[in-house]
């Protein structure tokens, strides 16, 4: 029977992250994630069983949440340099 770490690393992802693993996926440190769990920022974990499992999707969503520099209200790409709202891989996508 194959380690639960070698068929982890052969999956292209998992839906379900321990604590450092999840810090780690939002490029934190554990205990600033730990932190922002706490100031309810980030969510909280999932029970299975004893163990806790924080959702891939979740964090996704708690990420796209926090604030951007600069504001919400400065516009994401600067294209043309007069703060058109314009994502310049939008031609491609066409």
Do not use: C, H, T
Request: hydrophobic share 40%; no cysteine; charged share 35%.
């Amino acid at each position: 029977m194959r380690r639960k770490s070698v068929i982890a690393a052969s999956l292209p992802i998992r839906r379900g992250l321990d604590e450092n693993e999840a810090a780690v996926y939002l490029s934190l440190s554990p205990s600033f994630f730990r932190k922002l769990v706490a100031e309810k920022r980030m969510p909280r974990p999932r029970l299975a069983g004893g163990r806790r499992v924080w959702d891939v999707a979740e964090l996704d969503i708690a990420f796209k949440l926090l604030p951007r520099e600069g504001g919400d209200d400065e516009p994401i790409f600067d294209v043309d340099g007069q703060g058109m709202k314009s994502n310049p891989w939008d031609d491609l996508l066409r």
